[in-house]
């Protein structure tokens, strides 16, 4: 029997520190009967809300490394024309840091003396949480591949949700437009965009809204902050609108959700006071919209 797809809700802003990892942890708090994600593995951070305890870690390999064999290399020097990442030294041993894994040097090689190493670029976890089970991970400091690991986490936390009964998985997304981004709303059927009322912020909201497009990806909109300028709060849900992104609340400025970030604990487990209010409007706003 094929298992029906749990639904996904991802956050993302078009930039850091817009509150997404806040508005992430508020609905992670709300939600019922789901997986949580923290898909941004360059700079996690859901982990200081939800203080996950993890059940099982494990390694996230990257992209292959060379390693030259110096027994067998008769250094003929051929890898070193080769590699366009300058990964060789004249010494004929591989510096990792700038290796990118083309396997350039391994097909150049006479004498077969370049071998094509596993690489541990991070690693991932699954954890639990009083909010229910989270997966997440984290990056190598100078990795990259964060789109792999995005769709890993990815998987996991479908794996999770349909192994546990869960009815619903909700991530935090990375920030920015790049490739993490994409893996993270590649099949994912709804999204959040948290942003704030500036210039830059229309700006990055507007390549967001391409990937949604692209990707067919049912996307509302969220404004934080918004009393800080009402003029561009308007021009911002008026473009969102018209690019076919509905919005579906505003955040008002309040110090509550920085001294619940600073306690570590989701704003709206904090004091009550207006983002709270507001967070959890939206919050039910998101699931009506997603008939859940
Ligand atoms: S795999 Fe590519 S980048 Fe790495 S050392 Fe060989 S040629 Fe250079
Ligand atoms: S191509 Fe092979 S034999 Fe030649 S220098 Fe490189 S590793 Fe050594």
Sequence with gaps: MIKQAVPEIVVL???GGTGKTTLAGAFAALAQNKVIADLDVDAPDLHI????HPIAEKDFYGMERAR?????????GLCIEACRFDAITDDFVV?????????????????????MLPHIAGKWFISETRYGPMVHGQLGIAE???GKLVTVIRNQAKFTAQKGGYGLIISDGPPG????????ITGAPFSVVIT????SGLHDLDRLFDLFIHFS???FLVVNKYDLNMDMTEQIERYAAERGVKPIGRIPFDENVVEALVNGVPVVEYKDGPARDAIVKIWEKVKAEMGI
């Design 217 to 219: 990806v049912t996307g």
């Design 196 to 199: 704030e009322p500036t210039q």
């Design 95 to 115: 510096n990792e840091n700038f290796c990118e894994g083309c396997r350039a040097c391994k097909y150049v090689c006479p004498v077969d003396a370049v071998q």
């Design 144 to 146: 990259e591949n964060s």
């Design 49 to 52: 809300i939800l203080k996950p």
């Design 177 to 184: 437009i790049g490739c993490p981004v994409t893996s993270s």
């Design 68 to 76: 030259i064999d110096l027994e067998r290399c008769t250094q003929c």
């Design 13 to 15: 802003s078009g930039k």
